[in-house]
């Protein structure tokens, strides 16, 4: 079992950056792949980026260059820094962990955090 809990979100003007967190419950935090998705009001929950044990990383084209997601494993926590926000960044952003399958299919992750709200003004 893991827990997952995101913190970090907020209010930014565009062009600005925050940086998520997501601290992960559990020994075997470092045997995880790690994603980050995102859902926008009145839309479907997309794929923003994922980490894998191995640290190999991987990100959806519109955050591509603008995102970089990051782990500690000593920590327990996965990173998400996101830079040159646009207002299509706004959304509640989840923190998701799985151990097989592709990792950008939101249905192959078996653990979710609660959320954390980014809101990016124009």
């Known amino acids: 079992q893991v827990q997952l809990v995101e913190s970090g979100g907020g209010l930014v003007q565009a062009g600005g950056s925050l940086r998520l967190s997501c601290a992960a419950s559990?020994?075997?935090?470092?045997?995880?792949?790690m994603g980050w998705f995102r859902q926008a009001s009145g839309k479907e929950r997309e794929f923003v980026a994922t980490?894998?044990?191995?640290?190999?990383?991987y990100y959806a084209d519109s955050v591509k260059g603008r995102f970089t997601i990051s782990r500690d494993n000593a920590k327990n926590t996965v990173y998400l820094q996101m830079n040159s926000l646009k207002p299509e960044d706004t959304a509640v952003y989840y923190c998701?962990?799985?151990?097989?399958?592709?990792?950008?299919?939101?249905?192959?992750?078996?653990?979710w955090g609660q959320g954390t709200q980014v809101t990016v003004s124009s």
């Open positions: 980490i894998t044990w191995y640290a190999n990383t």
């Open positions: 998701a962990a799985q151990q097989r399958g592709g990792i950008a299919t939101m249905t192959n992750y078996d653990y």
């Open positions: 559990g020994r075997t935090f470092s045997t995880y792949n």
